[in-house]
């Protein structure tokens, strides 16, 4: 698989989303992806648009002659990029309180509340920091 081809790749997993913290981040998921399943994308799944889905739904599609690596780690590396996708999504209602209450000025903005949070240093309760670690935002 060309460089630029990757490259695209991991933008495009990365793309949806702004997890746990035992979940791997979008780069490692689309590095594994594309050292495991990179021939295979491109012997099998050539054309197909790089969105998460429709590559998992064409390398399952194709699992006759998709090679016995990439088989076991595709699997991983989408769980991995849903998990982290659902962490990110609810980062929001999780921290909306200390939201409200520490970073006011921020409030029609997700990415500078979740910056504000991150730089306050008391009063973000357990479950927010958690929910922004889990969210790959530390």
Do not use: H, W
């Amino acid at each position: 698989m060309n460089q630029i081809r990757l490259i695209s790749l991991a933008f495009a997993i990365a793309a949806p989303a702004l997890a746990s913290a035992q979940t791997m981040n979008f780069e490692d998921a689309a590095a594994m992806l594309g050292a495991s399943c990179g021939k295979d994308i491109d012997e099998n799944c050539r054309g197909v648009n790089l969105d998460p889905l429709r590559m998992k739904e064409c390398l399952a599609r194709n699992r006759d002659s998709v090679s016995p690596k990439c088989q076991e780690d595709y699997p991983r590396a989408f769980e991995a990029i849903q998990q982290r996708v659902k962490a990110r999504t609810t980062v929001a209602k999780l921290c909306e309180r200390e939201a409200v209450k520490l970073c006011p000025t921020t409030q029609k903005d997700e990415a500078k509340t979740i910056q504000c949070l991150l730089t306050v240093t008391r009063g973000v309760s357990v479950k927010c920091n958690q929910a922004i670690g889990a969210a790959g935002y530390r």
